[in-house]
């Protein structure tokens, strides 16, 4: 059965840095999609970061390009998301999520399989 776990959540200053960690269980990730996506309170979720399973293409948000590094341990079907310099804007629910397509994309309505999240929280 395949299953989620997100961590790494947790309360930082202006300018820290934070690494999550999306485990993924049950499922073998050959030619998959793994991305991060974030909801901040009131706000619709959107896509922050994607690794492709395959060679490892990565693509990432405006918003956090050069600041957030995607990375991923095939071994241990472990994705990281590296996250440097953070900001107030930054705060939200982290979450994980695989589809397998060959299609690269962001939009969260594209992925079919889901972790809880994980808390960020960046204070000023």
């Not at 991305?35 to 979720?45: L, N």
């Amino acid at each position: 059965q395949l299953r989620i776990v997100e961590s790494g959540g947790d309360l930082v200053r202006l300018g820290g840095s934070l690494r999550l960690s999306c485990a993924v269980s049950g499922v073998t990730l050959d030619n998959a999609q793994i991305g991060w996506f974030r909801q901040a309170p009131g706000k619709e979720r959107e896509g922050v970061s994607m690794i492709t399973t395959g060679d490892g293409t990565t693509i990432y948000a405006d918003s956090v390009n050069g600041r957030f590094t995607i990375s991923r341990n095939g071994t241990k079907n472990t994705v990281y998301l590296q996250m440097n310099s953070l900001k107030p804007e930054d705060t939200a629910v982290y979450y994980c999520a695989v589809r397998w397509t060959s299609i690269m994309t962001l939009n969260p309505m594209h992925y079919n399989y889901w972790g809880q999240g994980t808390q960020v929280t960046v204070s000023s």
